[in-house]
């Protein structure tokens, strides 16, 4: 199979940006999220999706996707602020359920989006939450590396990613976690996994039109202008209003 050729764009590979000095959390004052108790813990319930990996609880009546790219600044910055508050807040107790799906901005992006999907579902969020938290580390070596080098990790191919995922540590990121070095590569390797990703990234923006990561949609609809976790939240804190509302029985 042929992979369709990717061109790196430097401008795509912006490093992670300090974290926000004031962010907004879930337990803050009249913040509509206060109080949960959590009965259970379904944010330990990980499936894998025909485009993504759903986090929560399936049922649930309020469902987002997180559509992000692994080497998007703002994607690092969200994984950071928002992703916690929401894991504890919401999936925990099963009010909301959580589908990432990852958007393929490039090559890079390709290789460490196989290497985030490589293995048991059940570990996802670690592998995803590892890449978004030591992004800055691993771009950086991308960023240094000869104009000739970055060339050759743009054509996407098995040798090209293989050779990514070793001189950035990639694949030593995965190792470090628990798997086999033969099972990280077979996934590096594996084409058919990486045209489904480039497929699905097709289908994810002929469908909801994502302009940009990272993108939200809420129950079906792609958020308009909702770009990070403060403007994330208070569209969260009216959605887990209302339906906490129309369940309370009028007396």
């Known amino acids: 199979m042929k992979l369709r050729h990717f061109t790196l764009i430097g401008a ?31 944010s330990a319930a990980i499936v894998r999706t025909e485009r993504g990996h759903l986090i929560g609880n399936p049922e649930a009546e309020t469902r987002l996707i997180e559509f992000v790219s692994y080497t ?10 928002g992703e916690p508050a929401i894991d504890l807040t919401l999936l925990t107790p099963g009010k909301m359920s959580l589908e990432v799906r990852p958007v393929i901005r490039n090559a890079l992006d ?41 060339a050759i990790w743009a054509r996407a191919d098995k040798a090209s990613r293989m050779n990514a995922a070793s001189a950035l540590g990639l694949a030593d990121m995965m190792v470090q976690r628990g798997q086999s070095l033969t099972e990280v590569n077979a996934c590096i390797m594996n084409d058919a996994a990486a045209q489904k990703l480039i497929d ?22 792609l958020l308009s202008e909702v770009h990070s976790w403060d403007a994330l939240y208070p569209v969260l804190s009216e959605r887990v209003a209302a339906v906490e509302a129309a369940a309370t029985p009028t007396p």
Do not use: I
């Open 12 to 42: 795509a590979l912006v490093t992670l940006a300090a974290t926000a000095g004031a962010q907004q959390t879930l337990e803050a004052p009249r913040s509509a999220f206060k109080g949960v108790d959590p009965q259970g813990n379904w």
């Open 72 to 81: 998007c600044g703002h994607c690092a910055n969200f994984a950071v602020e």
């Open 200 to 221: 699905n990234n097709t289908a994810d923006r002929l469908e909801f039109k994502v302009p940009g990561t990272p993108s939200f949609a809420l129950d079906g609809n």
């Open 110 to 150: 390709l290789t460490v989006s196989l290497l985030v999907q490589c293995g048991d579902p059940a570990g996802f969020k670690d592998r995803h939450r590892a890449f978004m938290y030591g992004q800055s580390q691993w771009l950086a070596k991308f960023q240094n590396a000869p104009q000739s080098q970055q």
